[in-house]
């Protein structure tokens, strides 16, 4: 039996929750959220897991930190509450060597998208020139066609030129060429890759949701390296994001730990989820 866990809303957890029971396969789901709240109890000293007063024993979990938070009243409630939630279901499933879960050691050192752009070169995949700054003013006129994004997520990628008018920024900052679109994704889902393009006309698709998705091989020349990756960040469950230059050769651009997958899934007919579902299964 796998035990799903995180938010109510999370669409991703939905489509896996669909194809789990296409598959006519066990599951026990713990959602949270404003209109659903389960009963959870740890015993500690017995090591014991219930949900809704009933002892569970799932030969595998997968665990999602809630960021479908709007609908809440109190969002900073409720940022504390999914982040509490998932680090009590997460912290039980981890300490079970028994129980298969996803990046069971990877939560002990953070994923820094810095690190990632190092580590990356290092085992031989292609970046963009790359600096960070908290300062504008010493970049040459060519970096206004350059984009700009924070070191630690949380914005939208956005064009130099948009910063211009404050060149002291409040936080340091990415400075890299604009590259060519399609954006490639690869999800590596425990021993397996699956690569999709994605087609926009926008800088950043997040900001419309603007874009087609289509799934696609895995190019020979970033499968094996991207693995060496992300068997040194200790990842069996990621997504890493690619853009090409001019001459179209796709250039590494960071590590997702926690990506969304319903659209992607959607584009291969619940491939996507079933590797999931079997990821969870070796």
């Not at 009243?73 to 028994?98: E, H, I, M, Y």
Request: charged share 20%.
């Amino acid at each position: 039996m796998i035990l799903v866990a995180g938010g109510q809303f999370d669409v991703n957890l939905r489509a896996l929750h669909e194809r789990l029971s296409y598959r006519d396969i066990p599951f026990c789901s713990l959602l949270v959220g404003p209109n659903q709240t389960p009963n959870l109890r740890i015993d500690i000293q017995g090591n014991r897991l219930e949900v809704n007063d009933s002892e569970i024993s799932p030969t595998a979990c997968f665990i999602r930190h809630d960021v479908f938070l709007h609908q809440a009243s109190d969002r900073k409630r409720a940022q504390t509450s999914a982040l509490n939630w998932f680090q009590a279901v997460r912290g039980w499933a981890v300490s079970q060597p028994s129980v298969r879960v996803f990046n069971r050691h990877s939560y002990l050192c953070e994923n820094n998208k810095v690190q990632n752009l190092l580590l990356a070169q290092a085992h031989g995949l292609p970046i963009p020139d790359t600096v960070v700054v908290n300062d504008l003013s010493n970049l040459d006129a060519s970096a206004e066609a350059m984009v700009h994004k924070p070191v630690a997520g949380g914005e939208y990628t956005g064009l130099v030129s948009e910063l211009r008018q404050s060149p002291a920024l409040d936080y340091p900052r990415f400075i890299q060429p604009r590259l060519q679109r399609p954006e490639m994704r690869i999800y590596r889902i425990g021993p397996a890759l699956m690569a999709f393009w994605l087609y926009s006309s926008e800088l950043d698709y997040r900001r419309t949701q603007d874009v087609e998705i289509v799934h696609t091989a895995v190019p020979h020349t970033i499968g094996n390296d991207l693995i060496r990756l992300l068997d040194h960040l200790e990842l069996d469950f990621a997504a890493a994001d690619f853009m090409a230059d001019e001459e179209g050769t796709l250039h590494f651009l960071e590590v997702n730990t926690q990506p969304m997958f319903a659209a992607f899934d959607r584009a291969t007919h619940g491939k996507l989820c079933d590797a999931i579902i079997d990821g969870l299964s070796y």
